[in-house]
């Protein structure tokens, strides 16, 4: 069954650990997404990618980092977590044309606490 | 600028009656408009677009949503609430990216 896939759910982990937060999706899309969903619940851009070897930074100033090696793959890393990090990250993916056209897909999150 | 506002952070209706859930943008250009929906814990699930055509757009689950080009809003309805509608809604514009409004929550008491 096609998805797009989050894990971990959840993680609690303490300041200054290294973290990777996985997302994977069996649709084929090229396009994928990286959004930081505050308290507030307002969605925030933060990374974005249109194939492979391609990463870009979204609106939101992030200190994670992203990789697209697989088309099906666009893990987030943080290398030194801290209690600002704290949020909920959302994945998403679209079809490869006219993103404007096409609604995005999400995963079901992954809940971040850094204490 | 392109911008789109959500301007009730919570609507709440007993189950049974209509809902709307409103949504206002600003765009140069034609618009492209979605709604989302999210349940507790969950990721976003994809509602409704409106495009081009028709400017009442059906959805997913009995929603639908109205285009109104004169007064840009793209409000979100449905004729009869159940409480299982209960979630939050984001509406979004296509603006180079999706831009997100900031959520509305809906709360349907039975």
């Known amino acids: 069954e096609a998805d797009i896939y989050q894990t971990p759910r959840y993680l609690v982990i303490g300041t200054g650990k290294k973290i990777t937060l996985e997302c994977s999706q069996t649709m084929g899309h090229d396009k994928m997404y990286w959004y930081q969903q505050d308290p507030g619940m307002e969605l925030h851009l933060i990374h974005y990618s249109y194939g492979v070897n391609s990463t870009e930074k979204g609106d939101l100033s992030s200190e994670s980092t992203v990789s697209r090696i697989r088309t099906e793959h666009f893990p987030l890393t943080l290398e030194s977590a801290r209690p600002s990090h704290t949020s909920q990250y959302l994945c998403?993916?679209?079809?490869?044309?006219?993103?404007?056209?096409?609604?995005?897909?999400f995963g079901p999150g992954t809940r971040l606490t850094v204490l | 600028a392109q911008s789109v506002a959500q301007p009730e952070d919570q609507v709440n209706v007993a189950e049974g009656n209509p809902l709307t859930v409103k949504c206002t943008y600003s765009?140069?250009?034609?618009?492209?408009l979605f709604w989302y929906v999210q349940y507790p814990n969950r990721g976003l699930q994809f509602l409704l677009k409106?495009?081009?055509?028709?400017?009442l757009v059906k959805g997913s689950y009995g929603f639908e949503a109205e285009f109104n080009k004169s007064q840009t809003s793209f409000h979100l309805k449905k004729p009869s609430a159940l409480v299982s509608d209960s979630a939050l809604y984001f509406c979004?514009?296509?603006?180079?990216?999706?831009?997100f409004g900031q959520g509305t929550e809906l709360s349907v008491k039975p």
């Open positions: 998403a993916s679209s079809e490869r044309d006219a993103p404007r056209y096409n609604e995005q897909f």
């Open positions: 765009v140069s250009g034609n618009p492209y």
């Open positions: 409106y495009i081009t055509g028709d400017n």
């Open positions: 979004a514009l296509w603006g180079g990216k999706l831009i």
